[in-house]
């Protein structure tokens, strides 16, 4: 069972503020919904912040968090800038929880059916920056959300599913029996984000101006990273958007091409990215409280829906994406990188289900009571 986090009122941000100097918060500053109590936007005459509690027990990395936003704001890297305390600390400690304060531009954060080709294509060249940029940063670790530890935590969550999830096991059992025979390790990596979605982004108009959420930032295949992010901002009304997913790569590749290898690679990477983000959620279902559980289940069935449509299950636009990957290579553009990609990545290592399925992913919670 997770640890509650603190609920902070009114009073308890002003006094937060004050140890950071940032000044008097203002009458919208509270708690961000939709976040249980983890997350609060702070409101002052010195601008707009963001207050994040992260359990004692993470605090190794989110020093290494902090490091990673440092790098990043010295090179002027569009992430949320960490605003020490008084005494200099990154963070404070309280009940148990660690909280750290960002600043970050004012801007929107976007559902994913109101991406606009013009932010998509502008998200994917951020993210490409970022690849590029954190070539330079040397303290990090592995992915801690590999193919090898996803398979531990479904092989444990697996035990508490009831029976009548029997479908959903079935896909989940042969998705990773499938990634574990032929995911690729030997693409190039570097500096990912780690896990991107629609609420680590901050728009103004049609550009991205804020990349956050860097807490899972590792050691990882560029190429991963590219598939979160294809599924945050390529997914909507129930399918791929072809358009979107044009968009976002070549936003990407104004920046860093991507290799031929990585090109091949890329309809499993998705279907991992999915598979993944799935069995997070299951696990963190039954560790949730009650008034948690109902956002995981509805978090849950939006990433089975995208695994359905990778194992074409379910209609959903794969077979234009399949096409794009096929046919997304350009020799002539990968022949004019020079120390390109491909000899940093080289030699390293790392039937239609019908609508019961649908009700068994949505009664998730009711059930399970």
């Known amino acids: 069972m997770s640890i509650r986090a603190p609920l902070f009122e009114k009073d308890d941000l002003a006094a937060i503020a004050a140890e950071f100097a940032i000044g008097k918060p203002s009458s919208s500053s509270g708690v961000v919904r939709g976040r249980g109590n983890r997350r ?25 968090e902090v490091d990673l936003l440092a790098f990043l704001e010295k090179h002027d890297f569009a992430s949320p800038r960490v605003i020490a305390d008084e ?21 929107n954060y976007l559902d994913e059916n109101d991406f606009t080709l013009k932010q998509v ?10 690849h590029m940029l954190g ?22 969550v697996r035990r508490r599913m009831p029976s009548y999830l029997r479908k959903i096991v079935r896909t989940l059992d042969e998705e990773t029996e499938y990634l574990g025979n032929y995911l690729e390790t030997k693409l190039p990596k570097g500096i990912i984000h780690g896990t991107i979605h629609k609420d680590a982004m901050i728009f103004k108009g049609e550009s991205i101006v804020c990349l956050g959420d860097l807490d899972a930032a590792c050691r990882g295949k560029y190429v991963y990273d590219l598939a979160t992010a294809v599924n945050a901002l ?17 936003g990407y590749e104004s920046v860093r091409t991507l290799s031929l290898a990585e090109w091949d690679s890329f309809p499993n990477e998705l279907r991992f990215a999915a598979l993944r983000f799935a069995v997070i959620r299951l696990t963190e279902f039954f560790a949730s ?24 299950e379910k209609d959903g636009g794969m077979e234009g994406l ?48």
């Open 40 to 64: 609060y936007v702070i409101d002052t005459p010195k601008g707009h912040f963001e207050l994040r509690l992260k359990p004692m027990e993470e605090e190794f990395d989110l020093r290494r």
């Open 87 to 107: 005494r200099g600390r990154p963070f404070l400690e309280r009940d148990g929880f660690c909280l750290v304060l960002l600043k970050v531009p004012v801007g």
């Open 121 to 130: 294509n502008s998200a994917g060249k951020m993210i490409a920056d970022l």
């Open 135 to 156: 070539r330079g940063f040397k303290r990090t670790v592995e992915n801690r959300y590999g193919f090898d530890r996803i398979f531990e935590m479904y092989a444990h």
């Open 234 to 250: 390529c997914f909507r009304d129930d399918g791929y958007s072809l358009e979107r997913f044009e968009a976002l790569m070549a």
């Open 289 to 312: 409280e009650r008034e948690e559980a109902e956002r995981i289940n509805v978090d849950f069935r939006l990433f089975f829906d995208r695994l359905r449509v990778l194992r074409r």
């Open 322 to 369: 399949l096409m794009a990957m096929a046919t997304g290579y350009d020799y002539r553009k990968y022949q004019r990188i020079k120390g390109g990609d491909e000899a940093e990545g080289e030699g390293e290592g790392e039937g239609e289900l019908d609508g019961e399925l649908d009700e068994e992913s949505e009664d998730i919670v009711d059930e399970e009571e």
